[in-house]
């Protein structure tokens, strides 16, 4: 969620990784309907859960990840394929 976890999937994938909620994931950055519109958009394709604070924007958001789209454990991440929702 929060910037300090983006950064280091970054680092480590070399792709490029959008902090939901900016440094420590408790920011409401971007909001829920921006997020929409970037998963419509094919803008983005996967949502990493967890890592950040108990901010409004990214406990939104991940509610809203977790009832359209189905979890995947890869590692110890769970993370969701925003390209196939279930709903």
Same mark, same amino acid.
């Given at each position: 969620?929060?910037?300090?976890?983006?950064?280091?999937?970054?680092?480590?994938?070399?792709?490029?990784?959008?902090?939901? *909620?900016?440094?420590?994931?408790?920011?409401?950055?971007?909001?829920?309907?921006?997020?929409?519109?970037?998963?419509?958009?094919?803008?983005?394709?996967?949502?990493?859960?967890? *890592?950040?604070?108990?901010?409004?924007?990214?406990?939104?958001?991940?509610?809203?990840?977790?009832?359209?789209?189905?979890?995947?454990?890869?590692?110890?991440?769970?993370?969701?394929?925003?390209?196939?929702?279930?709903?």
């Amino acid at each position: 969620m929060g910037s300090q976890g983006a950064s280091s999937m970054m680092l480590g994938t070399g792709t490029a990784v959008m902090a939901v *909620g900016g440094y420590t994931g408790s920011d409401p950055s971007p909001t829920l309907a921006q997020f929409h519109t970037y998963v419509a958009n094919g803008e983005i394709h996967y949502f990493v859960a967890g *890592g950040g604070g108990p901010g409004r924007g990214n406990s939104e958001i991940t509610q809203w990840v977790q009832q359209h789209f189905a979890a995947q454990t890869i590692g110890s991440r769970t993370v969701y394929d925003l390209t196939k929702p279930t709903s």
